[in-house]
């Protein structure tokens, strides 16, 4: 490919992961997601369009640390390393980028009318807002009510009401409200489906098992439900919960395969995105060849209402974004 950040019209054949089926439990199960599709693919490089990564001796090797995904389809990357966010258009030809004030950010969302709000956890421990012009518009400190220290927010979700932090995989608190002001901070113990009503949680069972739940985001609501995933890998780490419009939910597993002579070699890695049903019945997977290992990254995930997953990948060339699609 000549232009390496141009999408991609056609699936990558060499990386299409069980597209067909995928087995759990002794069962062949359908595969609900159709890929993985390159949609974007930018080479490393510190100038132009290609992205930044950090290789120093001093401090952890990191790449982009976060990106996003607009139902335009455009695609926005955390350059952070840069200073920058980089935003493609729909087929992959760059846009535009927009300065950021620090290198030290980790996550990011776009609201609709182009606005940026970036979290930077541990040196600011704020958000900071951008007009789309890449002016401060303002800064928000993180730490109080329900995020007790800033190094303990393990995500930043966009929602029609507001920014949302998530503590420790265990709580979010609205620290934003839709006009991106500040507001009187709304605590609830899980993360928000799609819908709001209902809260999921993700919990290893070591080795090779994950339990998944839901429970009713208000007393006395419905939804209730719990089951454990179990594979043919161990379980390292969950990656990624999340759910889409129709209810559905999206379980994104660290699987690792161990070897060697004392059997503590890690010998292979990949990820299993798992989708369930709005009761959480295994509607089925697919494993993804990508996961974090030499760059560090803060967000690998994201998933649209419409059930499409997205994944930003890191390769010893660059950066790729890749895409599922949903079939229902």
Known sequence: MHHRWLLCALPAAALFIAAGAA??????????????????DVPWGSGGWMLARRDGSESAPEGPMSFRVAPSGQVAILDQVSR?????????????EVPIPGDTFEDLAVTADGAIVLLDRLARRSLVVLTPAGTVADEIGIEGEGIPEGGGVTAMLARPDGIWLEYGHVRLVRVLDAALLPCARTIV????????????????????????????AVKGGGGAAETTLSFDKDVWRVAWLDSDAAGDVYAMLHLVTFGGADGLDVTGEEDAIVVLSAKLARLGEVRSPWTIRRWEQYREFEVTPDGTVYQMAFEEGGVKIVEWRRSR
């Open 84 to 96: 920058r966010v980089v935003i493609f258009a729909p087929g992959g030809w760059p846009l535009a």
């Open 189 to 216: 113990e899980g993360r928000l489906t799609a819908g709001g009503a209902l809260v999921m949680r993700a919990e290893r069972l070591p080795p090779r098992e994950a339990l998944i739940g839901l429970a009713p």
């Open 23 to 40: 087995r759990a439990g002794g069962q062949e199960e359908k595969a609900p997601l159709a890929g993985p599709f390159v949609v974007l």
